[in-house]
């Protein structure tokens, strides 16, 4: 499986046998300068309604849209309940978890996951090979809060999103917070990494994707 780091919050994730997964696009706006999407995808998860998660118009191909736990071409999402917020949705709503598997691998997307997870929701997402989450703050948990969640889930991949860029006009942090401190990082050049479920590593490892979307067209 490849899965491509395409801005923000947004992922393209295509198994071996050509199933595309789009997660969170964005609306490119003021906040968000990002290219536009224009991927095509099988499958769309949108973790919340706000605009720079949940742009599936933007999506070709005529995606299956999912905002619940479904099964879409032989792939199972799971849908974990969280809040955007500290305050049960009070504030900013409430936020998706989707927990997925592609080829042998789990794969959890956070969306803007904006607390520390409970025993509950730690049990339910369950065992995790990849992990994208958020570090910036503000909007979401914090690079502190960030680290606490991958021990928490003791991925073997972190990929971290929502962080500040020179394309993104947003109040949050960039992605150094998140690695202050930290061994076992990557910076990639690349937007794109390639897995197995036979190479994941044997301890966590970060890898910083490069936006493919960085630029605008």
């Known amino acids: 499986m490849k899965i491509k780091y395409l801005a923000h919050a947004a992922f393209l994730i295509t198994s071996d046998n050509g199933t595309k997964i789009v997660t969170d696009p964005y609306e490119t706006s003021p906040g968000i300068s990002y290219a536009p999407i224009s991927e095509t995808a099988d499958v769309v998860t949108v973790s919340h309604e706000h605009g720079d998660h949940n742009n599936a118009a933007a999506v070709q191909g005529s995606p299956t849209v999912i905002r619940d ?5 032989g792939i199972s999402f799971k ?3 969280v809040s955007h917020d500290e305050s049960g949705g009070s504030q900013r709503g409430k936020n998706t978890i989707f927990c997925f598997n592609v080829d042998g691998v789990n794969i ?27 570090v910036g703050g503000f909007f979401t948990i914090d690079a502190k809060v960030a680290a ?3 021990n928490e889930l003791k991925s073997k991949i972190i990929l971290p999103m929502h962080y500040k860029t020179g394309k993104s ?23 794109e990494i390639k897995l197995t479920a036979a190479t994941l590593p044997a301890r ?8 493919a979307l960085l630029t605008t067209s």
Not at 69 to 73: D, G, H, I, N, Y
Not at 116 to 130: C, F, M, P
Not at 172 to 186: E, M, Q, S
Request: net charge negative.
């Open 69 to 73: 736990s479904a099964e879409v071409k």
């Open 79 to 81: 849908a974990v309940a």
């Open 108 to 134: 959890c997307h956070c969306g803007d996951l904006g607390h520390e997870l409970n025993t509950a929701q730690i049990s339910a997402i369950g065992i995790v090979d990849v992990l994208m989450i958020p």
């Open 148 to 150: 606490q969640t991958c």
């Open 169 to 191: 006009g947003l109040p949050i942090a960039g992605v150094d917070d998140f690695l202050k401190g930290k061994d076992n990082v990557t910076r990639s050049n690349d937007n």
């Open 204 to 211: 966590a490892q970060i890898i910083v994707l490069k936006p």
